[in-house]
């Protein structure tokens, strides 16, 4: 659990620090599928590539999350809410699930962001 308590803190931190990129990066297998507003992506460079992308577009980032909890299924669950500054529009909040699975070797190995606004991330 302690990975999943993690992601959230070092994906805010990683836009300023290499040390916390690489951290984050750590938390996710090398096979990792993600899933972005119903849009499958897989592989730990496409993972890469993503985080890099939100940060070209983001001066800030802020999560705040309930605490993961473990479905029967053995996925996690959390709600999540953002707060961002883009850019290019300024101020923004986002609510949403993230839906969460780990490898044996503790490693995320599913993602999938379900935001409430559906545009927020196409």
């Known amino acids: 659990m302690?990975?999943?308590d993690s992601y959230f803190k070092l994906f805010d931190e990683a836009n300023d620090s290499d040390e916390s990129f690489a951290q984050l990066n750590a938390l996710?297998?090398?096979d990792i599928t993600f899933v972005l507003n119903g849009r499958t992506f897989n592989g730990k460079d496409a993972w890469e590539n993503?985080?890099?992308q939100v940060f070209d577009s983001n001066k800030e980032l802020k999560h705040m999350y309930n605490g993961w909890?473990?479905?029967k299924d053995g996925t996690y669950v959390t709600k999540w809410a953002i707060c961002g500054n883009r850019y290019e529009t300024g101020v923004y909040t986002q609510e949403g699930i993230d839906i969460a699975k780990l490898d044996s070797d503790g490693k995320i190995s599913y993602l999938e962001n379900r935001p409430n606004n559906s545009d927020f991330l196409s």
Do not use: A, I, P, Y
Request: proline share 0%.
């Open 2 to 4: 302690r990975v999943l």
């Open 69 to 71: 909890e473990q479905n």
């Open 50 to 52: 993503f985080v890099k």
């Open 28 to 30: 996710f297998s090398d």
